[in-house]
């Protein structure tokens, strides 16, 4: 299996990433064409939730939508591919950190802090670009691929620049070596693992899961919680900004962080987060 993967990756992978970008854009608009048109990948989970977000507009505007966040899906494929051969400068070119001296107070502190933000617009460059910009060590918590040669690939890709990644069943470990200031990074969309240890609200007008780590996490440890926005400038460049930071979290009711968290996702997501999401309808319930 491992050489199979390796064929796939180094035969396919690999010489798509080394394409340059208008000819990577050339590739996305096929794939719209295949993906949206002729094989319909998950076409009714996207546009039952589109309907159910944004019930006020009309079956138009549904359709556009509809057609935009394919556009958009394929495009991150694309691009989380060249994320695997890009340089430093080229990352520095396309990912932009417009206020970095609003995080790196917190480092001038002495403070550690984690960093809230979702599955929207091109998270996976902005992982790569992200310990080049600030004054912290860098870590993302992340879900291993049960495929461990593409799980290496994966982490040797976001690694590159400094950033260390961390399963979420060792996360722990890396919040108690205190031997760096860090930033910890949490795409707060991410599905929970058990619906009992997770805590449930609105996203875009439907029940939805939410991680409790970053708030746990945040008051075990006192770290404040900055949210990072993230703005597509134009296909394959990106600005990220940090803001609403909680500077005290262990000053705050049980949910409050959470539920700060979500409304600043859900008024900023560019969709993408939740579009292939079954939704579900369950009390919202404390984790264990």
């Known amino acids: 299996m491992r050489f199979l993967n390796a064929i796939f990756f180094y035969g396919i992978i690999m010489p798509i990433s080394y394409l340059p970008y208008p000819i990577l854009y050339v590739l996305s608009d096929m794939l719209v ?5 002729i094989f319909g990948y998950r076409r009714k989970v996207v546009i039952k939730n589109i309907v159910n977000s944004f019930p006020d507009k009309s079956p138009q505007e549904h359709k556009q939508i509809v057609r935009d966040f394919y556009r958009h899906f394929c495009d991150l494929i694309v691009e989380s591919l060249k994320t695997f051969t890009m340089s430093e400068a080229e990352v520095r070119q396309r990912a932009k950190l417009i206020n970095a001296e609003y995080i790196n107070r917190f480092y001038d502190q002495g403070k550690s802090v984690i960093i809230a933000t979702g599955h929207y617009n091109n998270w996976e460059l902005l992982a790569v ?3 080049l910009e600030i004054k912290h060590q860098a870590v993302a918590i992340y879900r291993a691929l049960k495929n461990k040669f593409f799980d290496e690939k994966m982490q040797s890709s976001r690694g590159k620049f400094g950033l260390i990644l961390t399963s979420t069943k060792v996360a722990r470990e890396e919040f108690e070596k205190g031997e ?30 939410m991680t409790f780590g970053a708030e746990k996490y945040a008051k075990d440890y006192d770290m404040p919680v900055l949210f990072m926005h993230i703005n597509k400038v134009k296909r394959g460049h990106y600005t990220y900004k940090f803001s609403d930071a909680i500077e005290e979290p262990r000053h705050t009711e049980y949910g409050e962080i959470t539920k700060k968290i979500n409304a600043l996702l859900n008024r900023t997501s560019s969709l993408t987060s939740i579009l292939f999401m079954e939704p579900q309808t369950l009390e919202i319930q404390a984790p264990d």
């Not at 064409?33 to 048109?37: A, L």
């Open 33 to 37: 064409f295949f993906i949206y048109r």
């Open 129 to 131: 670009a992200l310990n």
């Open 180 to 209: 760096a200031l860090i930033a910890v990074a949490f795409a707060f969309d991410q599905s929970p693992g058990r619906s009992n240890r997770c805590y449930w609200g609105k996203f875009l007008n439907q029940d939805t899961p």
